[in-house]
């Protein structure tokens, strides 16, 4: 029997994608990937096990039409997770079977060794016993602290998996941070987001090649599967600030905000994490997390602030 307090017993027709006599899918509305989706038997049951033969046959007949239809789009999965949470100690927070199908993409974590074994972190990558790598159902701390416990690229990464628009403002930008962020920008690019990266030439520290990179990068997401060049589907745009040309109004250029903004909202991060592959990995830098849904007021100031400088 439907639950009316069940959100799977009762969904909203438009965000249903494909069905069937006795399941439907909808995309997760809160995804870990794009394209992540959900595959739903009508019959509110809570587990696999409840499910009847006939029930899972049609979760799993659209599983796999869907997973074909996610790897003829854009931007082409490079493999999937597919899974289910069954009882609250698996983590199932909604009381209705439900499949999960997230696709994933090179480049999406550092290391995907383990897979779904990272439903416990500490005992996931086989491969490095001892490495226990942030969870992803832990509420995200206010302060990114950086070094090898807390990387802000590991903060960086889910959100510009998902990201609309990706606004980088560093007071430097160096090849080896670019060479860091290339795959996940270009596959943002892919998708269709629009990237900006505002720059200086404060020190000299920002390098050419590491411009010359970035540019590059709109050129490379718009080469087809066939090597032929097409239309970009993304944009992605590079200022640098000449600090000679601020020398009435500043005598530095010295500022470092990232925001992230997609479907789900946005995120900011304002700190000291300039683009460089320290500043993403193992140094020390702190970056102060702003969420949109969390604090909108402050979100919309520093996003605002951005687009005058830019």
């Known amino acids: 029997m439907d639950d009316p307090r069940c959100p799977f017993c009762s969904p909203d027709p438009a965000r249903i994608i494909a069905r069937t006599e006795l399941a439907y899918a909808i995309r997760d509305g809160f995804p870990v990937n794009p394209g992540h989706t959900l595959v739903i038997p009508w019959r509110h ?20 039409r869907l997973q074909q239809d996610l790897g003829a789009g854009t931007p082409k999965p490079d493999g999937y997770n597919i899974g289910i949470n069954i009882g609250r100690a698996a983590g199932q927070t909604v009381l209705h079977l439900h499949l999960h199908l997230i696709p994933r993409f090179h480049g999406d974590v550092d290391d995907p060794a383990g897979g779904v074994r990272f439903v416990i972190p ?82 000299h520290i920002t390098q050419s090649q590491a411009l010359r990179s970035l540019l590059d990068l709109e050129r490379s ?70 969420e949109q849904a969390r604090d909108p007021v402050a979100f919309a100031e520093v996003a605002t602030r951005w687009d005058e400088l830019w």
């Open 122 to 203: 500490e005992r996931g990558n086989y491969r490095t016993p001892g490495h226990i790598p942030r969870s992803s159902s832990q509420r995200e701390p206010a302060l990114v602290t950086g070094g090898a416990t807390d990387p802000f690229l590991a903060h960086l990464r889910p959100l510009i998996g998902a990201a609309d628009k990706v606004d980088i403002l560093a007071a430097f930008v160096q090849q080896s941070g670019v060479a860091r962020v290339r795959p996940l920008l270009r596959s943002a690019l892919l998708r269709g987001a629009h990237v900006r990266v505002l720059t200086g030439d404060y020190l």
């Open 45 to 64: 049951v809570a587990s696999w096990t409840d499910a009847t033969l006939a029930e899972r046959a049609d979760i799993m007949a659209l599983a796999d």
């Open 221 to 290: 997401a718009c080469v087809q599967d066939d090597g032929e060049l097409g239309e970009p589907r993304g944009s992605l745009h590079v200022r640098v600030v000449e600090l000679a040309s601020l020398r009435e109004v500043a005598r530095t250029f010295h500022p470092k905000t990232w925001v992230l903004q997609g479907a789900g909202g946005g995120v900011a991060f304002v700190g000291s994490s300039n683009l460089s592959n320290a500043a993403l990995t193992d140094g020390i830098e702190w970056n102060l997390r702003l």
